[in-house]
């Protein structure tokens, strides 16, 4: 995103060139223009700054101005893992992702009873049939009381966005220590929670209604 800095310097640079045009030309440049580009630098960014912030959110614009699927909220989900409990099965591992997004920058925090994991870095891509990939790094870091079994560890997740407006996401994880698994999130709630008790409680209430 531009800021209001990179904004003015682009506008002054703007100005100067456009005056030296005139100047070249004959034309006669007041200094009483430059209260114009005072004007135009504020207008500006305050219709970036509600871009970044409100209007790309805007249904209408998708697909063609915004490039980028609005996944906000806290999503519940469920991760399929290839870690074999004793008796040799799947493990499935009840988490909630919080979502935190604005058009240039997201942020999320994938919460389970025993860890959060925390991004570290993301991308947004959108293919040629308008499907929404999203790929991160994430670092998780496990409860104190289960370190010893569950290290601090770093991943990788790649889900796909689907529909638009989204209604699930479904992808794949990976880790460095030797997991990995699926990755299916299936409802969501507009609010944004920071801990896995308060988004499961949440949770509970709608699906008790």
């Known amino acids: 995103m531009l800021t209001k800095i990179h904004l003015t310097t682009l506008l002054i640079i703007s100005a100067l060139v456009g ?16 209260s114009a580009v005072s004007a135009t630098i504020s207008v500006i960014s305050v219709l970036l700054l509600g871009f970044e912030h409100l209007f790309w ?3 209408l614009l998708h697909g063609w101005f915004v490039e980028k699927p609005d996944i906000r909220g806290t999503w519940k989900v469920t991760l399929r893992s290839n870690w074999k409990t004793e008796n040799n ?10 979502v935190r997004q604005t058009y240039s920058q997201l942020s999320f925090r994938l919460m389970t009873a025993e860890q959060n994991s925390e991004l570290v870095s993301s991308s947004i891509q959108r293919a040629a049939d308008g499907i929404y ?9 496990p409860n104190l009381t289960v370190r010893e079994r569950s290290p601090i560890h770093y991943g990788a997740i790649l889900f796909t966005v689907i529909s638009d407006p989204p209604t699930a996401l479904s992808g794949h994880y990976w880790t460095d220590r030797n997991s990995s698994g699926e990755f299916n999130a299936t409802s969501r709630k507009v609010s944004i929670f920071s801990d896995f008790v308060g988004a499961q409680q949440a949770f509970e209430t709608i699906d008790n209604g």
């Open 19 to 34: 005056g030296v045009v005139l100047l070249a030309n004959g034309v006669a440049v007041k200094i009483s223009w430059l």
């Open 57 to 59: 959110r805007w249904k």
């Open 89 to 98: 099965e799947s493990t499935e591992i009840e988490a909630y992702l919080a």
């Open 133 to 141: 990939k999203v790929s991160g790094v994430y670092l998780s870091q």
